[in-house]
């Protein structure tokens, strides 16, 4: 199922790329929020499950896929990456949504939870929490800081197969998808990443920041947390004091996987598939 492309204008003119995939119906969309440097195009085989029920939207973060660069590289910190997330719920009338959230979209959930709570129906945390692991995070910022650039998509999939071999992706063809949404082809014929480097700059900001009182936000609704068994980035220890902390919450694990799931992997499709379709 290909997604319509639409194009929102945020506060400052800025353009910001949406997937949409169904139309919407009497049950509440879902609002797919990407990593930090990922984009709407993740959530392509979630949405064609769900898209016969429900509208499903996904945006691009400005910096990132299809969405606009901004000047400044602080137009790209998290308190106005909320800020447009909130904006284009406004743009495409989305008053109740259930954010389906990875990595950088889970923390943008609990920051819709914390300043906005009637937005939300439910949320799914995928492969995050309010504390990060440092091993996982380091490795974040070595991939982010810098542009990737490869003489062709074949070769970006192979680099990042060699690179994260704690995915999930088995075949080649699942590594080439994955790298088509990782790199896009320039005027030049090379392959560079998608997202622009500068977004590294905005992690150091983000060290030490305290993100439990967001998490705390989340008390009033559904959670489902999907965590990677292998994942250097949501801990087993952090996973179980979300859970003394949210007793309601429920936990999905996919073991022997690294950050971050796909959501999609046959071991645990059927069960965020039945947590979503409970959501009316």
């Not at 800020?83 to 959930?109: E, K, N, P, Q, Y």
């Not at 542009?147 to 999939?157: G, I, K």
């Not at 073991?255 to 965020?272: D, N």
Request: charged share 20%; glycine share 8%.
């Amino acid at each position: 199922m290909s997604p319509r492309l639409t194009r929102l204008a945020a506060s400052d003119g800025l353009r910001l790329a949406v997937r949409l995939w169904g139309e919407p119906t009497q049950r509440t969309p879902l609002l797919c929020l990407p990593g930090l440097v990922r984009t709407g195009g993740d959530f392509a085989r979630l949405a064609a499950r769900h898209a016969t029920s429900r509208l499903v939207v996904a945006p691009d973060y400005l910096g990132r896929g299809l969405s606009d660069r901004a000047a400044d590289w602080r137009r790209y910190r998290p308190e106005r990456m909320l800020a447009d997330v909130l904006d284009l719920c406004a743009a495409l009338h989305l008053h109740r949504v259930v954010i389906i959230g990875t990595s950088m979209g889970g923390l943008l959930a609990m920051g819709v939870a914390a300043v906005r709570p009637r937005l939300l129906s439910a949320v799914l945390l995928n492969d995050i929490g309010p504390e990060i692991g440092p091993t996982g995070l380091a490795a974040v910022k070595a991939l982010v800081g810098r542009e990737h650039v490869f003489p062709s998509l074949e070769e970006a999939a192979a680099w990042l197969r060699l690179n994260l071999p704690w995915l999930s992706l088995a075949t080649a063809e699942e590594w080439r998808e994955f790298a088509a949404l990782t790199v896009a082809q320039a005027t030049d014929g090379t392959w560079r990443s998608v997202w622009d480097p500068r977004i590294a700059r905005t992690l150091k900001e983000a060290d030490g920041r305290d993100l439990w009182p967001l998490f705390g936000a989340l008390a009033h609704l559904p959670v489902l947390v999907v965590r990677g068994g292998a994942s250097d980035v949501l801990s087993a220890a952090t996973a179980q004091r979300m859970k003394e902390a949210k007793p309601d919450l429920v936990e999905v694990v996919l073991e022997g996987v690294g950050h971050a799931p796909t959501l999609s992997e046959p071991a645990i499709a059927l069960a965020v598939d039945s947590w979503i379709a409970a959501v009316p």
